[in-house]
């Protein structure tokens, strides 16, 4: 069996804060690579057929987090694909691994005000982010878990998707 140098690994996780671009520039990574793009939360709520705003105002953060652990290691051992897990999905020690084991984390660090801004304006329901404070004080003790990641991709209010997508490329074949 040979190994192609050039070929990406075959999971790619996009990590980052809510709102740093993982479901807007994981599909464009996957189209260029010719792979399934997988938004964790958009599974997981085809799953339980609700929001995960409701799934956790229902069942709480714990049971969140335990579903996206069980989908989390069902999309990882899945065919090459680019996966998007939550902002939050880092904060597990058994997630972690998971991508450590399955294939390369490319963090899409975005400033706190970018992603705040982002938040902002999306309008969405983020029961992890009610105000400015909490949300900053999540991204805070996130931010050394981030860090952990196999690549660094800087992202800024400017920077398009299709940028960080190409930049992604350029990351993974130097890889």
């Not at 671009?21 to 997988?38: D, H, N, Y």
């Not at 953060?61 to 652990?69: G, M, V």
């Not at 902002?120 to 329901?125: F, I, N, R």
């Amino acid at each position: 069996m040979t190994s192609d140098r050039n070929a990406p690994p075959a999971v790619i996780f996009l990590v980052g804060f809510m709102a740093s671009g993982k479901t807007t520039v994981g599909p464009l990574l996957a189209e260029k690579l010719q792979r399934p793009f997988i938004d964790l939360d958009r599974v997981i709520e085809r799953n339980v057929g609700c929001s995960i705003a409701e799934l956790i105002a229902r069942s709480g953060e714990e049971h969140f987090r335990r579903l996206e652990t069980e989908t989390l290691r069902e999309a990882a051992s899945g065919p090459p694909a680019v996966i998007a897990p939550g902002g939050g999905a880092i904060t597990r020690v058994e997630n972690r691994a998971l991508m450590a084991a399955h294939g390369l984390t490319i963090w899409l660090d975005a400033p706190f005000e970018v992603c705040w801004q982002r938040i902002l304006q999306d309008g969405a329901t983020r029961p992890l982010a009610a105000d400015e404070s909490s949300a900053r004080q999540r991204y805070q003790q996130r931010l050394p878990l981030y860090q952990q990641a196999n690549l660094h991709l800087p992202v800024s209010e400017k920077t398009t998707p299709d940028t960080l997508a190409e930049t992604c490329l350029a990351l993974l074949s130097g890889y």
